[in-house]
């Protein structure tokens, strides 16, 4: 079981609006430590999609958003579109672990 | 326009050792972090650890403690990931990426090199 719980799948037709949870606990999220997201879509190699917890790197869309609260976090996407579907994961550090963890990964699907 | 190279795909027999690269460009190697992390088959990302390739001060995660080896020759802007015996659960997809500090994001990412270890 990972660290950082995510749900395994989430689903949404094109330009609706979905979002992924990342619960972590008050090792990591909760204490403050900054939640990033990435995106890998299939046989490719993972891409930064949001870094310190909301702020997107250049070329990301602004379709994409995160949020953090407490222990858990969120990623948005709205505007839905069949290139966006992907395997998405969540990161933070850990001061229990003195390292980062991932969570287990949610794959979306348009349907 | 910061680049990782990762060394070619690798077909082991248990038992056997075996040193990955990924060699890093268009920034300076020794003031950046470089992390492992690992994928296997269908499987989800798993941090392995990180190197800080200035003075080579190297973080692991508990679970991979004691099984591997990362290290970093600044002198070619490189860093390696390293077994002593493989076994057949260390297939997998290895990626290295950069990060700025330990607590930090991956901002990029190496291609993965793909590790098969089959008798």
């Known amino acids: 079981q990972s660290v950082l719980t995510q749900p395994p799948s989430v689903s949404g037709a094109p330009g609706q609006r979905v979002t992924i949870s990342c619960t972590g606990s008050s090792s990591n999220i909760g204490a403050r430590y900054d939640v990033h997201w990435y995106q890998q879509l299939p046989g490719t190699a993972p891409k930064l999609l949001i870094y310190g917890n909301s702020n997107r790197p250049s070329g990301v869309p602004d379709r994409f958003s995160g949020s953090k609260s407490g222990t858990s976090a969120s990623l948005a996407i709205t505007g839905l579109q069949a290139e966006d579907e992907a395997d998405y994961y969540c990161q933070s550090y850990d001061s229990r672990l003195s390292g980062s963890v991932f969570g287990g990964g949610t794959k979306l699907t348009v349907l | 326009e910061v680049q990782l190279v990762q060394s070619g795909a690798e077909v082991k027999k248990p038992g056997e050792s075996l040193k990955i690269s990924c060699k890093g460009s268009g920034y300076t190697f020794t003031r950046s972090w470089i992390g492992w992390v690992r994928q296997m088959p269908g499987k989800g990302l798993e941090w392995m650890g990180i190197i800080y390739p200035g003075d080579s001060d190297t973080r692991y995660s508990p679970s991979f403690q004691g099984q591997v080896t990362i290290s970093a020759d600044k002198s070619i802007s490189t860093a390696y990931l390293q077994w002593s015996r493989l076994k057949a659960s260390d297939t997998a997809m290895y990626y290295c990426?950069?990060?700025?500090?330990?607590?930090?994001?991956?901002?990029?990412w190496g291609q993965g090199t793909l590790v098969t270890v089959s008798s």
């Open positions: 990426a950069r990060l700025e500090g330990i607590a930090t994001h991956f901002d990029y």
